[in-house]
């Protein structure tokens, strides 16, 4: 295999948890768990953060006292909690995404070396979609305990110039032994104090520093803007907040916003357009409040947000007010589209996901969840109306993703989930 002749090395292995992925909150708990489990003393936050990287048998028998055996049993039941529920309590480090993509892109063999068992890592590379871009991942069977430096050894081509990458001394000495260099991660678990003198070629604040350290060409920052839909009652704004909250973990820089609002002057708009003390309202002063609140959030919120490289994700857009004051209030759907030419001036979503649900449910579940605000507390006709016009765009435009808005919010979550990552990738994000 020919790497890039632009990259300092052919091939690059990762550790995974403190380099890749930020792991602790998952793994403390787990030994948190275990030490309850067993009627031993949970150490001060200080010493348990010396399980972060070395093998735990080693961790359970210097730090706890453990003998062999109690660490044996101290681990099994680590595993049966960890195999579960803590493995996922997890995080992709900001810029990882990007650097993995940009590496593949310019011909690097990428590995893992990982003194976490081989069964959680495939999850958490599989389950953040990192996995696409790992050619070889190397951790501990069931009965094994190998030395760091022989999953290197696995994880690195032969004949290929290879660096290891970590945020441990395990890491830097692993990869001495294995005849490769190395390079500290410092914005993982270790401190520079641990690693002066230990031979790393270079030392990384931040992911963005691993770019010149292997001779890696940046990415140019690319925005992506995701509105979600939907009649009232569809969980549209749970499922927004759902969905910005697995991108993070993810990895991807997310920016969450709303309309109207997402500023200071937004905001003040939407109260005055909600209180249903307003009930007197004029329709187009309704499609005019809705378009100024839109015009500032466009301005000072997504396309700044956009220029920086960020996954900007806003609870409603200018598609409501196409269907609620176009047709809804009946001012017209061109009319709308019209007046908000000037608000929105061609920031169009790349991707519109619509939660589809019948009206009168959506109503039904909204009046089960409290006091509704003015739009909600519109008539019956006026939201039916609403769902005809959402039907309309959806059909004429090629941005819309449909999903059903299904009862179980968790199980709507891993649909919208799923089927956004698969058009992130279609759109050529990392």
Known sequence: MKGSMSLKYQAVIFDLDGTLCYSAPGILQGVRHVLGLMGHEVPDEAS???FLG?????TFTGICGMSEKEAEEALRLYRDYYYQTGYFDNAVYPGIRALLSALKAQ???IGIATHKPLVPSLKILQGFGLLRYIDQVEGPGEEETPEKAELIRRAAPKG???VMIGDRLTDIEGAHDAGIDSIAALYGYGHQEEFMGAGAVGMARTVGDLYSLLGAKKPEARGYFISFEGNDGSGKSTQARLLAQRLRQCGYD???TREPGGTGIGE???EILLDRANADMEDMTEALLYAAARAQHVRQVILPALAQGKLVISDRFVDSSIA????GRGLGMDLVRQINAFAIDGCLPDLTVFLSLDPMEG???RSRSGAMDRLEAAADAFHQEVGRAFSEIVRSEKRFLVLPSLPNKQDTAENVFLKVTDRLREDGLP
């Open 48 to 50: 348990l953060r010396r």
């Open 54 to 58: 070395p093998p735990l048998m080693q």
């Open 107 to 109: 011909g690097a063999f």
């Open 160 to 162: 290929l110039k290879a």
């Open 254 to 256: 997310v920016l969450l």
């Open 268 to 270: 003040k708009i939407r």
């Open 324 to 327: 609620y004051q176009g047709a």
């Open 363 to 365: 109503m039904a579940r």
